[in-house]
């Protein structure tokens, strides 16, 4: 099992950045870890992946060229940063954990969650 643990959330103002940070434990080898958003009233969508070795990522559309996803397994730690920030970023943004890396942006591929960090923008 894995247990993760978001943080870095804040409030910041549109065009400026924030770095979340996914702080894992458990078993955590072999791990691929996934970020997710969800805004008041909709579904959570995909944001970013990364395997275990950091040779594969990927990201949504949305935030491509804006956000990086990267990790430090000698810190059990995967990080987000978030660049050039939009009111529509706001959201609750989670970070799960699977142990294989295909339909990597499909949610319900994930068995671990974590409890979520608040990222609010203002226009």
């Known amino acids: 099992q894995v247990q993760l643990v978001e943080s870095g959330g804040g409030l910041v103002q549109a065009g400026g950045s924030l770095r979340l940070s996914c702080a894992a434990s458990?078993?955590?080898?072999?791990?691929?870890v996934g970020w997710f958003r969800q805004a008041p009233g909709k579904e959570r969508d995909f944001v970013a992946a990364?395997?275990?070795?950091?040779?594969?990522?990927y990201y949504a559309d949305s935030v491509k060229g804006r956000f990086t996803i990267s990790r430090d397994n000698a810190k059990n730690t995967v990080y987000l940063q978030m660049n050039s920030l939009k009111p529509e970023d706001t959201a609750v943004y989670y970070c799960?954990?699977?142990?294989?890396?295909?339909?990597?942006?499909?949610?319900?591929?994930?068995?671990?969650w974590g409890q979520g960090t608040q990222v609010t923008v203002s226009s």
């Open positions: 799960a954990a699977r142990y294989a890396y295909f339909r990597i942006a499909d949610s319900g591929q994930y068995a671990y």
């Open positions: 458990g078993r955590t080898v072999n791990s691929a």
């Open positions: 990364i395997n275990w070795s950091s040779s594969m990522t």
